[in-house]
């Protein structure tokens, strides 16, 4: 897509970019490999083979989180439901 200079972006299409970068956790995969580069202070090895690897720890840990708050929301539900039950039963 061709960006002209001066011209309005295109608001709907930035923000559903925005989100699908936060969504699937790209924004916070490079924001984990700015930090680790900063922190190694420019490392010996490749830069790129460095980041590599950093990227594979972060998408171990993204995926576990993911994992995580997927059994909090599935605990969640069980509670409302019993919950509405209690209040059935109550009745």
Same mark, same amino acid.
């Given at each position: 897509?061709?960006?002209?200079?001066?011209?309005?972006?295109?608001?709907?299409?930035?923000?559903?970019?925005?989100?699908?970068?936060?969504?699937?956790?790209?924004?916070?995969?490079?924001?984990?490999?700015?930090?680790?580069?900063?922190?190694?202070?420019?490392?010996?090895?490749?830069?790129?083979?460095?980041?590599? $690897? !950093? +990227? /594979?720890?972060?998408?171990? &840990?993204?995926? %576990?989180?993911? *994992?995580?708050? $997927? !059994? +909090? /929301?599935?605990?969640?539900? &069980?509670?409302? %439901?019993?919950? *509405?039950?209690?209040? !059935?039963? /109550?009745?």
């Amino acid at each position: 897509m061709e960006h002209k200079p001066f011209e309005e972006p295109n608001q709907e299409l930035f923000e559903t970019q925005s989100k699908f970068l936060i969504d699937s956790g790209m924004m916070d995969a490079y924001e984990y490999c700015l930090k680790s580069l900063c922190n190694a202070n420019l490392p010996k090895e490749h830069v790129f083979d460095f980041l590599a $690897q !950093k +990227i /594979e720890k972060f998408e171990v &840990k993204f995926k %576990e989180n993911q *994992e995580r708050l $997927q !059994k +909090i /929301e599935e605990y969640k539900q &069980k509670l409302r %439901e019993e919950e *509405e039950w209690i209040k !059935k039963l /109550e009745e």
